[in-house]
T-cell receptor, first 113, second 113 residues
């Protein structure tokens, strides 16, 4: 049973607009959430994270929102740029530790000019 | 600064052959791990190590062995390759098990025929 779900395999957004990527989880023990970005033929790179004690974390154009009651988090990218085209993975951890990471299947974000 | 280096980048094996996927990091990280990524799937943890001489199983360990004789190296061994092990393999490292900002290698694409 998937504990971390990214229900949109792909998302197309116009350059300059907001991209919103969604992630749902089922395990109420998860207390740390991360987003990774992956380009073709490269390894994933860490983008942004959020602890369960917060509901928002911002880093430049990237903001992650966490709704614990709904077991839902989202990544907002504003404004979207061509270089943002990539696969985005949502990951969650029970322990705040790297060994507890459970990944979603990923969302392929395509930024259109 | 090399980061996490994986070799080889591509490999084709025949069923029953053995091989070792190499992973090295130069960041003096305690924690290292191996993931596999299959089409339409997120990354799944195979094995991990919290330090030299210590390894443990992840979500999908069957068919794989690991060892950690030095802080820098964490090889993954396939003793008798099977077509089900066709996948892209990623090695990752982080400063400790409690730091979830994992750094990933570029991946090894393995095909077992």
């Amino acid at each position: 049973d998937q504990q971390v779900k990214q229900n949109s395999p792909s998302l197309s957004v116009q350059e300059g607009r907001i991209s919103i990527l969604n992630c749902d989880y089922t395990n109420s023990m998860f207390d740390y959430f991360l987003w990774y970005k992956k380009y073709p033929a490269e390894g994933p790179t860490f983008l942004i994270s959020i602890s369960s004690i917060k509901d928002k974390n911002e880093d430049g154009r990237f903001t992650v929102f966490l709704n614990k009651s709904a077991k839902h988090l989202s990544l907002h990218i504003v404004p979207s740029q061509p270089g943002d085209s990539a696969v985005y993975f949502c990951a969650a951890s029970e322990t705040g530790g790297a060994d507890g990471l459970t990944f979603g299947k990923g969302t392929h974000l395509i930024i259109q000019p | 600064n090399a980061g996490v280096t994986q070799t080889p980048k591509f490999q084709v094996l025949k069923t029953g052959q053995s091989m070792t996927l190499q992973c090295a990091q130069d960041m003096n990280h305690e924690y290292m791990s191996w993931y596999r990524q299959d089409p339409g799937m997120g990354l799944r943890l195979i094995h991990y190590s919290v330090g030299a001489g210590i390894t443990d199983q992840g979500e999908v360990p069957n068919g794989y062995n690991v060892s950690r004789s030095t802080t820098e190296d964490f090889p993954l061994r396939l003793l008798s390759a099977a077509p089900s092990q066709t996948s892209v393999y990623f090695c990752a490292s982080s400063y400790s098990r409690h730091n979830t900002e994992a750094f990933f290698g570029q991946g090894t694409r393995l095909t077992v025929v």
